[in-house]
């Protein structure tokens, strides 16, 4: 009986350890195939929501009576700047070392769950917020140079977390804030007094559908005119009167596109302008007056945030993440007919790409931050030549990783917030990012709302609050 014991021991340990030689061999030896994450909801979709009517802009508080803020030279109106490029022109020195204390506060403020960035305009920072006892989205006005919060427009929204709320970034023209809420609620107000003036629920006009987390797009304001995507069953893109919110063109959507997290892209390509809309199912393009110009659908990731990035005049450069990757495409003019094709395109292994932010160009230079899926480039800081696509030309290193954060460039230097609240400053000199400064500005984690700049001042968001840093240096205020 022993012996028997004994031996069904010892076939049992060399079961085992076969067993784990084989393991051994298919973990560490065998080749595998690079794997890519694909876009997952946190469940919350499944959780069911009250049906209500949304009265858009129904609620109004006032913080201060004050009615005169003091003027400030500088404005960072819309989703990334003025020109819409993240490239601040304003020739000012800013403070780029730092002590053990880091740049200079100005004041902080708590927000609710998201990722929305502010903008700045006539001395005030608007936000579009998720006030979470209230279930309610808000528009809220504060004052620069104190943080005060003078006024909100709000109104009742409730949705469950799905990576957090809010993700849009307001555009303030002409004295008009416009916002578009999570849940593709348009809503404009006077950008002094807060005053309601129009709103727009796109589901309900349009019957689009709300893409994953929630809508990211963030609105454009041209000449009068809200360009918005609306990737609705009949219409692509609508341009609404600025003042009055009436509908003045609205693009045909034979193709279904869908909406996407991606903003449209007001650009000039082959000589006519245009706005370029990358939706769910493809990208296509309009002239100023809602005709359609062209359609290309052989490129179409699952997921869509970062916004066509020109960089020719007929050439769009082309990012998602979740193993999407990147593609050029061209875009032709022939006897009065456009078409678009795809050109080349790579995985995010292979050249540059992006998962959430919009690529910066500087010149004939590409810069991006690599997304996850970029196997060793994986968060890093890379430049590109756009004529030698898709070959990098400098990478930041791997001691350092960025992960999904915003970052513009100023001064001569790029300004990178990284997802755990950490700003840094690189300079790009000789084919070699340079390393200038780092501080954990913001106390909270996935710093992913795009940063406001203006004369100095830069604001800058993690999840759940938001900072006002003083940058100028003393010999500049």
């Known amino acids: 009986m022993i012996e028997r014991i004994f031996d069904i021991a010892l076939r049992t340990m060399f079961v085992l350890t076969a067993c784990t030689g084989i393991w051994h061999y ?18 919350s979709e499944f959780r069911v929501v009250k049906k209500m009517t949304t009265k858009i802009g129904e609620t109004f508080k006032s913080f201060s009576s004050a009615t005169e803020i003091k003027p400030f030279d500088g404005e960072w109106p819309c989703f990334r700047g003025a020109r819409r490029d993240n490239l601040v022109q304003e020739d000012r020195p800013l403070t780029k070392s730092w002590g053990a204390e880091g740049p200079k506060v100005m004041w902080r403020k708590e927000l609710g769950e998201g990722y929305s960035g502010a903008i700045i305009a006539q001395g005030r920072v608007y936000v579009l917020d998720y006030l979470e006892k209230e279930d309610s989205d808000a528009l809220r006005c504060f004052e620069l140079l104190t943080g005060n919060e003078l006024w909100q427009r709000s109104y009742k929204n409730p949705i ?9 970034i307001p555009a303030c023209s002409d004295n008009v804030v416009v916002t578009l809420g999570p849940a593709a609620h348009v809503m404009a107000v006077d950008a002094t007094n807060g005053e309601f003036l129009w709103s727009c629920d796109l589901v309900e006009q349009y019957g689009c559908e709300i893409p994953q987390w929630y809508a990211g797009q963030c609105p454009l304001i041209e000449n009068g005119k809200v360009i918005i995507g609306v990737g609705g069953e009949n219409i692509l893109m609508t341009a609404l009167d600025l003042k009055t919110g009436k509908t003045l063109w609205e693009t045909p959507n034979p193709d279904k596109l869908k909406m996407s997290h991606s903003s449209v892209l007001s650009t000039r390509l082959c ?9 769910i199912g493809g990208i296509s393009a309009c002239d100023l007056n809602g005709k359609p110009l062209w359609i290309c659908k052989s490129w179409k990731p699952a997921v869509w945030a970062p916004t066509p990035l020109k960089i020719a005049d007929d050439l769009l450069f082309l990012t998602a993440g979740y193993g999407a990757g990147s593609a050029l495409l061209r875009v032709r003019l022939t ?22 932010q919009t690529p910066l160009l500087i010149g004939n230079t590409l810069f991006t931050i690599q997304p996850k899926d970029a196997g060793g480039l994986h968060a890093q800081l890379v430049a590109a030549d756009v004529d030698k696509l898709p070959a990098l030309r400098a990478t930041s290193g791997k001691e350092v990783r960025f992960g999904l954060g915003p970052y513009l460039h100023a001064d001569g230097a790029f300004w990178i917030m990284d997802d755990d609240g950490v700003l840094h400053v690189y300079q790009f000199k000789d084919d070699t990012f340079q390393k200038l400064a780092s501080h954990k500005v913001v106390p909270g984690v996935d710093s992913w709302g795009p940063i406001a700049y203006a004369g100095g001042l830069m604001i800058l968001r993690d999840s759940t609050s938001m900072a006002c840093l003083d940058l100028r240096k003393e010999d500049t205020k």
């Open 26 to 43: 298919v973990s560490f030896v065998t080749p595998r195939a690079v794997g890519y994450a694909v876009p997952v909801r946190d469940g």
């Open 160 to 168: 469950r977390r799905n990576h957090g709320k809010s993700r849009t």
């Open 271 to 279: 000589g006519v302008e245009q706005y370029v809309y990358a939706g």
């Open 335 to 356: 006897n009065g007919a456009f078409e678009a094709t795809i050109e080349n395109e790579w995985k995010p292994t292979k050249g540059p790409a992006s998962e959430q």
